[in-house]
């Protein structure tokens, strides 16, 4: 990591690994905790960083650091990945399956496997930093682990939520408040979230 400072490479790869772990990125608080320093010390690494084109960011909204593809750390690799329409971080909201076009990833950021895109519509994820207008990849499988962000099928409709299976049913829990639980004994699981895509103005 040419021209950073140890301190920088560390929150840099801090910021990977946070985004390998959560599917989203720390924020700026968050990182100032991980390395016991204060908010301001945080800010400048992470200002330092951009600056330094490793990232982008815009430090007036939550979980807003996108780490930049650096091509001489990758294979080159890019992956099309199909967009099937919208998926709802709200209620429900109708699948529409229609072939939208293809959004192009790093291979690197989403692994080996079937994957497609799908347009997030609400505010039900917000708190797990999945925001409306946000492009959802998802990798395509049939099961999923408790806590595990799936897309599901539900009565026809197409919904993005946290995974959790109890004794008779399965809980599709938002990452907001203000949006209940819903509870099911029939659902279908599409996939589990890989990768988020956000677009700034």
Do not use: W
């Not at 209620?91 to 990833?105: C, I, Q, S, T």
Request: proline residues 3%.
């Amino acid at each position: 990591m040419k021209g950073l400072t140890k301190r920088q490479q560390a929150v840099l790869k801090f910021i990977k690994s946070y985004i390998a772990s959560h599917k989203f990125p720390p924020t700026i608080r968050e990182v100032a905790e991980h390395f016991d320093i204060s908010v301001k010390g945080s800010y400048d690494h992470i200002k330092a960083l951009e600056k330094k084109k490793y990232i982008k960011c815009n430090v007036n909204r939550s979980r807003a650091i996108e780490v930049i593809l650096d091509e001489d750390k990758s294979d080159g690799t890019i992956v099309q990945v199909p967009v099937l329409g919208n998926v709802a971080a709200g209620k429900p909201l109708f699948a529409d399956e229609n072939f939208e076009g293809v959004v192009k990833v790093p291979e690197q950021y989403i692994g080996n496997g079937k994957h497609f895109a799908l347009n997030v519509k609400g505010e039900s994820m917000q708190d797990a930093g999945i925001m409306d207008g946000d492009i959802a990849i998802i990798n395509h499988q049939n099961y999923a682990d408790n806590g595990d962000i799936i897309v599901a099928v539900i009565d026809e409709a197409v919904t993005l939520k946290r995974f959790f299976k109890e004794k008779n049913r399965i809980m599709l829990k938002a990452e907001n408040k203000a949006f209940p639980p819903i509870y099911s004994q029939n659902i279908r699981i599409l996939g589990k979230l890989s990768y988020l895509i956000r677009k700034y103005e």
